[in-house]
Protein backbone atom coordinates (compact mmCIF):
# COMPACT_ATOMS: atom_id res chain seq x y z
CA UNK A 1 0.00 0.00 0.00
CA UNK A 2 0.93 3.36 -0.99
CA UNK A 3 1.35 5.71 2.10
CA UNK A 4 0.20 9.36 1.44
CA UNK A 5 2.13 12.37 1.60
CA UNK A 6 1.83 15.12 3.59
CA UNK A 7 3.54 18.22 3.45
CA UNK A 8 4.32 21.13 5.79
CA UNK A 9 4.68 24.68 4.48
CA UNK A 10 4.60 27.68 5.82
CA UNK A 11 7.35 30.62 6.21
CA UNK A 12 10.64 30.51 8.26
CA UNK A 13 10.15 30.37 11.91
CA UNK A 14 6.74 29.53 12.14
CA UNK A 15 7.34 25.95 14.18
CA UNK A 16 7.23 23.54 10.87
CA UNK A 17 10.54 21.66 12.00
CA UNK A 18 9.18 21.75 15.88
CA UNK A 19 6.07 20.48 14.11
CA UNK A 20 7.29 17.82 12.11
CA UNK A 21 9.61 16.48 15.04
CA UNK A 22 6.68 16.01 17.28
CA UNK A 23 4.92 14.23 14.57
CA UNK A 24 7.91 12.08 13.86
CA UNK A 25 8.52 11.40 17.70
CA UNK A 26 11.15 8.90 18.18
CA UNK A 27 10.39 7.40 14.50
CA UNK A 28 13.44 9.26 13.23
CA UNK A 29 16.22 7.59 15.86
CA UNK A 30 14.83 4.35 14.82
CA UNK A 31 16.45 4.03 11.43
CA UNK A 32 19.53 5.40 13.11
CA UNK A 33 20.92 1.71 13.42
CA UNK A 34 21.96 1.70 9.86
CA UNK A 35 25.69 2.32 9.42
CA UNK A 36 26.84 4.37 7.19
CA UNK A 37 23.87 6.19 6.00
CA UNK A 38 23.90 10.17 6.17
CA UNK A 39 20.71 11.85 5.95
CA UNK A 40 18.93 15.27 6.12
CA UNK A 41 15.93 13.98 8.05
CA UNK A 42 12.77 15.81 6.08
CA UNK A 43 10.91 12.98 6.10
CA UNK A 44 9.42 10.60 8.93
CA UNK A 45 6.32 8.12 8.66
CA UNK A 46 3.76 8.29 11.24
CA UNK A 47 0.78 6.63 12.35
CA UNK A 48 -2.33 8.30 13.61
CA UNK A 49 -5.42 6.13 14.02
CA UNK A 50 -5.60 3.14 11.42
CA UNK A 51 -3.35 5.67 8.83
CA UNK A 52 0.23 5.34 8.50
CA UNK A 53 1.37 8.55 6.02
CA UNK A 54 4.90 10.35 5.33
CA UNK A 55 5.28 14.09 6.37
CA UNK A 56 7.25 16.11 4.76
CA UNK A 57 9.41 19.05 6.24
CA UNK A 58 9.78 22.01 3.77
CA UNK A 59 11.79 23.70 5.55
CA UNK A 60 15.30 25.46 5.84
CA UNK A 61 14.83 28.77 3.70
CA UNK A 62 16.59 31.35 5.06
CA UNK A 63 15.93 34.44 1.81
CA UNK A 64 19.05 36.70 2.01
CA UNK A 65 16.97 39.68 1.83
CA UNK A 66 13.40 40.75 1.23
CA UNK A 67 12.90 40.00 -2.78
CA UNK A 68 13.88 36.60 -2.23
CA UNK A 69 11.73 35.62 -0.20
CA UNK A 70 8.56 35.32 -2.15
CA UNK A 71 10.60 33.76 -4.78
CA UNK A 72 12.10 31.40 -2.41
CA UNK A 73 8.75 30.21 -1.00
CA UNK A 74 7.47 29.89 -4.32
CA UNK A 75 9.96 27.12 -5.12
CA UNK A 76 9.28 25.97 -1.78
CA UNK A 77 5.57 25.16 -1.68
CA UNK A 78 5.28 24.51 -5.80
CA UNK A 79 7.58 21.40 -5.13
CA UNK A 80 5.92 20.19 -1.81
CA UNK A 81 2.59 20.90 -3.80
CA UNK A 82 3.62 18.37 -6.49
CA UNK A 83 4.59 16.41 -4.34
CA UNK A 84 1.49 15.93 -1.38
CA UNK A 85 -1.81 14.32 -0.90
CA UNK A 86 -2.15 17.08 1.53
CA UNK A 87 -0.81 19.95 2.63
CA UNK A 88 -0.47 21.19 6.50
CA UNK A 89 -0.20 24.96 6.23
CA UNK A 90 1.56 26.72 9.16
CA UNK A 91 1.18 30.23 10.48
CA UNK A 92 2.06 31.73 13.99
CA UNK A 93 -0.75 33.27 16.10
CA UNK A 94 2.32 35.20 17.55
CA UNK A 95 3.45 36.66 14.73
CA UNK A 96 -0.69 37.08 13.59
CA UNK A 97 -1.63 37.09 9.95
CA UNK A 98 1.17 38.48 7.41
CA UNK A 99 1.20 39.46 3.98
CA UNK A 100 3.92 36.62 2.43
CA UNK A 101 0.94 33.96 4.34
CA UNK A 102 -1.77 35.50 1.79
CA UNK A 103 0.32 35.41 -0.95
CA UNK A 104 1.02 31.12 -0.04
CA UNK A 105 -2.62 30.74 0.70
CA UNK A 106 -3.37 31.99 -2.69
CA UNK A 107 -0.97 29.53 -4.56
CA UNK A 108 -2.27 26.59 -2.15
CA UNK A 109 -5.23 27.70 -3.24
CA UNK A 110 -4.41 26.92 -6.90
CA UNK A 111 -2.78 23.81 -6.41
CA UNK A 112 -6.51 22.06 -5.78
CA UNK A 113 -4.71 19.86 -2.88
CA UNK A 114 -6.62 19.64 0.52
CA UNK A 115 -5.05 21.87 2.91
CA UNK A 116 -5.28 22.16 6.29
CA UNK A 117 -4.94 25.32 7.82
CA UNK A 118 -2.56 25.03 11.38
CA UNK A 119 -1.88 27.84 13.71
CA UNK A 120 1.02 27.09 15.76
CA UNK A 121 2.67 28.17 19.23
CA UNK A 122 -0.83 28.94 21.01
CA UNK A 123 0.58 27.67 24.09
CA UNK A 124 -2.80 28.63 26.02
CA UNK A 125 -6.07 28.27 24.16
CA UNK A 126 -7.55 30.98 26.61
CA UNK A 127 -5.29 33.60 25.75
CA UNK A 128 -4.36 33.14 21.94
CA UNK A 129 -8.56 31.88 20.40
CA UNK A 130 -9.25 35.64 19.55
CA UNK A 131 -5.87 35.84 17.60
CA UNK A 132 -6.56 32.80 15.89
CA UNK A 133 -10.17 33.74 14.36
CA UNK A 134 -8.08 36.43 12.17
CA UNK A 135 -6.48 33.45 10.03
CA UNK A 136 -10.19 32.95 9.06
CA UNK A 137 -9.28 35.68 6.88
CA UNK A 138 -6.94 33.32 4.42
CA UNK A 139 -10.48 31.51 3.14
CA UNK A 140 -8.70 27.91 3.72
CA UNK A 141 -11.48 27.07 6.14
CA UNK A 142 -11.37 26.06 9.76
CA UNK A 143 -7.83 26.82 11.34
CA UNK A 144 -6.42 24.26 13.75
CA UNK A 145 -4.98 25.78 16.74
CA UNK A 146 -1.97 23.78 18.09
CA UNK A 147 1.38 24.33 20.18
CA UNK A 148 4.19 21.89 18.43
CA UNK A 149 6.14 22.55 21.36
CA UNK A 150 3.93 21.76 24.07
CA UNK A 151 2.20 19.10 21.99
CA UNK A 152 -1.18 20.72 22.44
CA UNK A 153 -4.16 20.56 20.02
CA UNK A 154 -2.01 17.45 17.87
CA UNK A 155 -5.01 15.43 18.18
CA UNK A 156 -7.66 17.35 16.23
CA UNK A 157 -5.20 18.99 13.55
CA UNK A 158 -4.22 15.15 12.65
CA UNK A 159 -7.85 13.84 12.77
CA UNK A 160 -8.65 16.95 10.13
CA UNK A 161 -5.48 16.38 7.81
CA UNK A 162 -6.60 12.12 7.46
CA UNK A 163 -10.32 12.84 6.70
CA UNK A 164 -9.06 13.67 2.98
CA UNK A 165 -7.16 10.30 2.72
CA UNK A 166 -8.62 8.80 0.27
CA UNK A 167 -9.12 4.66 -0.15
CA UNK A 168 -7.56 4.56 -3.52
CA UNK A 169 -3.70 3.46 -1.92
CA UNK A 170 -5.58 0.18 -0.87
CA UNK A 171 -6.54 -0.93 -4.00
CA UNK A 172 -3.24 -1.01 -5.32
CA UNK A 173 -2.21 -3.63 -2.83
CA UNK A 174 -3.97 -5.87 -5.93
CA UNK A 175 -2.01 -5.24 -8.63
CA UNK A 176 0.62 -8.09 -8.71
CA UNK A 177 3.19 -6.72 -11.59
CA UNK A 178 6.41 -5.68 -10.49
CA UNK A 179 7.00 -2.26 -9.76
CA UNK A 180 10.35 -1.09 -10.38
CA UNK A 181 11.07 2.58 -8.98
CA UNK A 182 13.92 4.70 -10.86
CA UNK A 183 15.64 7.09 -8.65
CA UNK A 184 18.45 9.00 -8.19
CA UNK A 185 19.38 12.44 -8.49
CA UNK A 186 18.15 15.37 -11.13
CA UNK A 187 19.52 14.71 -14.50
CA UNK A 188 21.22 11.20 -14.58
CA UNK A 189 19.04 9.63 -17.21
CA UNK A 190 16.59 7.93 -15.55
CA UNK A 191 13.71 8.53 -17.85
CA UNK A 192 15.88 7.88 -20.72
CA UNK A 193 16.44 4.70 -19.37
CA UNK A 194 12.68 4.13 -19.46
CA UNK A 195 12.14 5.63 -22.76
CA UNK A 196 15.17 2.77 -24.56
CA UNK A 197 13.94 0.07 -22.30
CA UNK A 198 10.60 1.15 -24.04
CA UNK A 199 12.19 1.50 -27.63
CA UNK A 200 13.83 -1.53 -26.93
CA UNK A 201 10.40 -3.25 -26.79
CA UNK A 202 8.12 -1.99 -29.01
CA UNK A 203 4.76 -2.61 -26.83
CA UNK A 204 1.86 -0.02 -26.14
CA UNK A 205 2.48 2.05 -23.46
CA UNK A 206 -0.04 3.25 -20.56
CA UNK A 207 1.75 6.35 -19.22
CA UNK A 208 -0.86 6.90 -15.70
CA UNK A 209 0.34 10.38 -14.19
CA UNK A 210 0.88 8.86 -11.18
CA UNK A 211 -1.40 9.59 -8.62
CA UNK A 212 -0.33 12.50 -7.00
CA UNK A 213 3.12 12.45 -6.98
CA UNK A 214 4.43 13.45 -9.96
CA UNK A 215 5.89 9.94 -10.78
CA UNK A 216 5.20 8.51 -13.97
CA UNK A 217 3.87 5.15 -14.09
CA UNK A 218 4.70 3.32 -17.37
CA UNK A 219 4.26 -0.13 -18.00
CA UNK A 220 6.94 -2.18 -20.44
CA UNK A 221 5.94 -5.92 -21.18
CA UNK A 222 9.00 -8.22 -21.92
CA UNK A 223 8.93 -12.00 -22.04
CA UNK A 224 4.89 -12.10 -21.84
CA UNK A 225 5.58 -10.15 -18.04
CA UNK A 226 4.05 -6.62 -17.20
CA UNK A 227 6.19 -4.55 -15.42
CA UNK A 228 5.49 -1.13 -13.86
CA UNK A 229 8.17 1.17 -13.74
CA UNK A 230 7.84 4.29 -11.59
CA UNK A 231 10.50 7.50 -12.90
CA UNK A 232 10.61 10.08 -10.29
CA UNK A 233 11.97 12.45 -12.93
CA UNK A 234 10.27 15.71 -13.46
CA UNK A 235 12.49 18.29 -11.80
CA UNK A 236 12.53 21.21 -13.91
CA UNK A 237 14.72 24.04 -12.04
CA UNK A 238 15.86 26.88 -12.86
CA UNK A 239 18.99 28.92 -11.47
CA UNK A 240 20.99 27.90 -8.43
CA UNK A 241 18.85 26.65 -5.66
CA UNK A 242 20.44 23.22 -6.03
CA UNK A 243 20.38 22.14 -2.52
CA UNK A 244 16.54 22.81 -2.71
CA UNK A 245 16.28 20.55 -5.51
CA UNK A 246 18.20 17.33 -3.76
CA UNK A 247 16.29 17.81 -1.08
CA UNK A 248 13.27 17.08 -3.17
CA UNK A 249 14.26 14.72 -4.48
CA UNK A 250 14.27 12.89 -2.25
CA UNK A 251 10.98 14.01 -1.06
CA UNK A 252 9.91 12.09 -4.39
CA UNK A 253 12.22 9.04 -3.72
CA UNK A 254 10.29 8.66 -0.51
CA UNK A 255 6.47 7.90 -2.17
CA UNK A 256 8.29 6.02 -5.33
CA UNK A 257 10.14 3.63 -2.91
CA UNK A 258 6.65 3.38 -0.79
CA UNK A 259 5.06 1.62 -3.73
CA UNK A 260 7.95 -0.41 -5.42
CA UNK A 261 9.37 -4.10 -5.48
CA UNK A 262 13.06 -3.08 -6.34
CA UNK A 263 14.58 0.42 -6.54
CA UNK A 264 17.28 0.73 -9.62
CA UNK A 265 19.70 3.67 -8.07
CA UNK A 266 20.80 5.54 -11.53
CA UNK A 267 24.32 6.81 -10.77
CA UNK A 268 25.95 9.46 -13.77
CA UNK A 269 29.17 7.52 -14.20
CA UNK A 270 30.55 11.09 -15.45
CA UNK A 271 30.40 12.28 -11.91
CA UNK A 272 30.78 8.99 -10.08
CA UNK A 273 29.05 8.31 -6.48
CA UNK A 274 27.89 11.09 -4.93
CA UNK A 275 26.77 11.54 -1.17
CA UNK A 276 23.43 12.55 -2.56
CA UNK A 277 23.25 9.03 -4.03
CA UNK A 278 24.25 7.70 -0.63
CA UNK A 279 21.26 9.10 1.13
CA UNK A 280 18.92 8.19 -1.52
CA UNK A 281 19.93 4.63 -1.55
CA UNK A 282 19.66 4.98 1.84
CA UNK A 283 16.03 5.32 1.42
CA UNK A 284 15.06 2.30 -0.39
CA UNK A 285 17.43 0.45 2.09
CA UNK A 286 15.79 1.58 5.31
CA UNK A 287 12.36 0.52 3.80
CA UNK A 288 13.77 -2.87 2.71
CA UNK A 289 13.15 -2.77 -0.92
CA UNK A 290 15.27 -4.82 -3.74
CA UNK A 291 18.09 -3.16 -4.83
CA UNK A 292 19.69 -2.46 -8.07
CA UNK A 293 22.98 0.21 -8.66
CA UNK A 294 22.57 1.10 -12.37
CA UNK A 295 25.83 3.04 -13.73
CA UNK A 296 24.75 4.75 -16.51
CA UNK A 297 26.65 7.20 -19.13
CA UNK A 298 29.25 4.46 -18.88
CA UNK A 299 29.84 5.23 -22.68
CA UNK A 300 30.75 8.50 -21.72
CA UNK A 301 34.17 7.98 -19.58
CA UNK A 302 37.41 6.69 -21.02
CA UNK A 303 38.15 3.26 -19.71
CA UNK A 304 41.30 1.20 -19.35
CA UNK A 305 41.69 -2.36 -17.51
CA UNK A 306 41.17 -0.60 -13.72
CA UNK A 307 38.27 1.51 -14.19
CA UNK A 308 35.49 -1.02 -13.72
CA UNK A 309 37.55 -2.13 -10.53
CA UNK A 310 37.79 1.66 -9.20
CA UNK A 311 34.02 2.31 -9.38
CA UNK A 312 33.03 -0.81 -8.37
CA UNK A 313 35.37 -0.26 -5.10
CA UNK A 314 33.95 3.47 -4.93
CA UNK A 315 30.01 2.72 -4.53
CA UNK A 316 30.98 -0.27 -2.43
CA UNK A 317 32.45 1.77 0.14
CA UNK A 318 30.28 4.66 -0.42
CA UNK A 319 27.39 2.10 0.07
CA UNK A 320 28.94 -0.36 2.69
CA UNK A 321 25.88 -0.65 4.75
CA UNK A 322 24.68 -1.79 1.45
CA UNK A 323 26.80 -5.09 0.12
CA UNK A 324 23.99 -6.65 -1.10
CA UNK A 325 22.84 -4.42 -3.74
CA UNK A 326 23.36 -5.47 -7.45
CA UNK A 327 26.03 -3.57 -9.34
CA UNK A 328 25.21 -3.15 -13.82
CA UNK A 329 26.93 -0.23 -15.67
CA UNK A 330 24.86 0.56 -18.46
CA UNK A 331 24.47 3.44 -21.35
CA UNK A 332 20.52 4.41 -21.90
CA UNK A 333 22.33 6.20 -24.88
CA UNK A 334 23.65 3.18 -26.45
CA UNK A 335 21.16 0.66 -24.54
CA UNK A 336 24.33 -1.52 -23.33
CA UNK A 337 23.17 -3.87 -21.04
CA UNK A 338 20.10 -2.35 -20.73
CA UNK A 339 18.29 -5.92 -21.19
CA UNK A 340 20.47 -7.29 -18.48
CA UNK A 341 18.24 -5.04 -16.10
CA UNK A 342 15.15 -7.12 -16.52
CA UNK A 343 16.74 -10.80 -15.65
CA UNK A 344 18.79 -8.80 -12.85
CA UNK A 345 15.15 -6.83 -11.58
CA UNK A 346 13.70 -11.18 -11.75
CA UNK A 347 16.15 -12.05 -9.75
CA UNK A 348 16.09 -9.39 -7.25
CA UNK A 349 12.65 -9.98 -6.72
CA UNK A 350 12.65 -13.63 -6.50
CA UNK A 351 15.32 -12.96 -3.28
CA UNK A 352 12.99 -10.27 -1.90
CA UNK A 353 10.49 -13.12 -1.97
CA UNK A 354 12.64 -15.90 -0.52
CA UNK A 355 11.93 -18.39 2.12
CA UNK A 356 14.45 -20.54 4.20
CA UNK A 357 13.51 -23.77 6.08
CA UNK A 358 13.68 -23.05 10.00
CA UNK A 359 15.72 -26.51 9.97
CA UNK A 360 17.93 -25.47 7.25
CA UNK A 361 18.43 -21.98 9.03
CA UNK A 362 19.22 -23.37 12.30
CA UNK A 363 21.71 -25.33 10.74
CA UNK A 364 23.24 -22.41 9.35
CA UNK A 365 23.27 -21.15 12.55
CA UNK A 366 24.87 -23.59 14.77
CA UNK A 367 27.80 -24.34 12.02
CA UNK A 368 28.44 -20.42 11.87
CA UNK A 369 28.19 -20.65 15.96
CA UNK A 370 31.07 -23.38 16.54
CA UNK A 371 33.13 -21.66 13.64
CA UNK A 372 33.22 -18.33 15.53
CA UNK A 373 31.90 -18.57 19.07
CA UNK A 374 29.78 -15.74 20.40
CA UNK A 375 30.96 -12.99 22.46
CA UNK A 376 30.86 -12.65 26.16
CA UNK A 377 30.66 -9.15 28.43
CA UNK A 378 32.02 -9.72 32.50
CA UNK A 379 31.98 -13.39 32.17
CA UNK A 380 28.25 -14.00 30.52
CA UNK A 381 28.61 -15.40 27.33
CA UNK A 382 25.58 -15.12 24.37
CA UNK A 383 23.60 -17.98 23.61
CA UNK A 384 21.86 -17.95 20.12
CA UNK A 385 19.23 -20.76 20.49
CA UNK A 386 16.70 -20.86 17.53
CA UNK A 387 16.52 -18.71 14.05
CA UNK A 388 13.63 -18.61 11.98
CA UNK A 389 11.97 -16.56 9.05
CA UNK A 390 8.85 -14.83 10.16
CA UNK A 391 8.08 -13.20 6.65
CA UNK A 392 9.17 -11.95 3.11
CA UNK A 393 9.80 -8.26 1.45
CA UNK A 394 12.47 -8.30 3.13
CA UNK A 395 13.41 -11.56 4.19
CA UNK A 396 13.00 -11.03 7.89
CA UNK A 397 14.56 -13.16 10.85
CA UNK A 398 13.75 -13.92 14.52
CA UNK A 399 16.98 -14.85 16.66
CA UNK A 400 16.13 -16.34 19.94
CA UNK A 401 18.84 -15.46 22.38
CA UNK A 402 19.60 -15.94 26.03
CA UNK A 403 20.52 -12.22 26.29
CA UNK A 404 19.56 -9.26 23.44
CA UNK A 405 22.89 -7.08 24.74
CA UNK A 406 25.08 -9.53 24.32
CA UNK A 407 24.02 -10.02 20.61
CA UNK A 408 26.06 -7.24 19.12
CA UNK A 409 25.64 -5.58 15.79
CA UNK A 410 28.64 -7.40 13.89
CA UNK A 411 27.69 -10.57 15.06
CA UNK A 412 24.27 -10.42 13.86
CA UNK A 413 26.21 -9.07 10.78
CA UNK A 414 27.99 -12.73 10.56
CA UNK A 415 24.72 -14.61 11.25
CA UNK A 416 23.60 -12.63 8.16
CA UNK A 417 26.79 -13.77 6.05
CA UNK A 418 26.52 -16.83 6.21
CA UNK A 419 22.50 -16.95 5.59
CA UNK A 420 23.71 -14.88 2.35
CA UNK A 421 26.54 -17.56 1.42
CA UNK A 422 24.43 -20.47 1.56
CA UNK A 423 21.68 -18.02 -0.35
CA UNK A 424 22.72 -15.93 -1.53
CA UNK A 425 19.90 -13.16 -1.57
CA UNK A 426 21.98 -11.02 -4.02
CA UNK A 427 19.88 -7.67 -4.01
CA UNK A 428 17.84 -7.90 -1.33
CA UNK A 429 18.38 -6.46 2.25
CA UNK A 430 17.46 -9.10 5.29
CA UNK A 431 16.51 -8.03 8.49
CA UNK A 432 17.44 -9.66 11.85
CA UNK A 433 15.29 -8.96 15.18
CA UNK A 434 16.19 -10.32 18.24
CA UNK A 435 13.97 -11.82 21.21
CA UNK A 436 15.20 -12.95 24.64
CA UNK A 437 14.17 -16.33 26.03
CA UNK A 438 15.12 -16.82 29.11
CA UNK A 439 17.69 -20.24 30.05
CA UNK A 440 16.01 -23.20 31.71
Not at 232 to 248: C, H, P, V
Not at 254 to 270: G, H, K, M, W
Amino acid sequence: MSRPVVAIVGRPNVGKSTLFNTLAGDKISIVQDTPGVTRDRIYADVTWLNYNFTIVDTGGIEPESSDIILKSMREQAEIAISTADVIMFITDVRQGLVDADGKVADMLRRSGKPIVLVVNKVDSFEKFMPDVYEFYNLGLGDPQPVSAASQLGLGDMLDEVVKHFDDSATEEEEDTRPRIAIIGKPNVGKSSIINKLLGESRVIVSDIAGTTRDAIDTTITRNGTEYVFIDTAGLRRKNKIKEEIERYSIIRTVSAVERCNVAVLVIDATEGITDQDAKIAGIAHERGKGMIIAVNKWDAIAKDDKTIYKFTNDIRQKLSYMPYAELLFVSAETGQRLPKLFETIDAVIENHSLRVATGVLNEIMSEAVALNQPPSDKGKRLRLYYITQVSVKPPTFVIFVNDKELMHFSYTRYIENKIREAFGFMGTPLKFIIRERKEK
